[in-house]
């Protein structure tokens, strides 16, 4: 498997960093570990919104937006970033 990455990185093949989410804590852990989750490898799978890096759980948009409103002092610009996320078709 490594050297599968190894040589995905070096043709340029490489997956893209997750997007930091700041100033959103975790719902299950409370730590500020969010990031954007990958789009899903199938177009089967559900497409999550946002992952933990330090639990793994993941939230729907839906649940991210639900989440954030409870947190009025959480910065808008994650916000205004979900509306300029979304997958192309």
Do not use: I
């Not at 299950?28 to 559900?46: G, I, V």
């Amino acid at each position: 498997m490594r050297v599968h990455h190894l040589a995905k990185a070096a043709v340029g093949d490489v997956d893209p960093q997750p997007e930091r989410l700041p100033g959103v804590p975790c719902r299950c852990s409370d730590r500020f570990a969010l990031r954007r989750a990958l789009l899903p490898a199938r177009p089967d799978d559900p497409v999550y919104w946002s992952q933990c890096d330090k639990c793994r759980d993941v939230m729907s948009e839906d649940e991210y937006r639900s989440w954030t409103r409870r947190y009025p002092s959480m910065p808008t610009a994650a916000s205004s970033r979900m509306n300029n996320h979304r997958p192309s078709h």
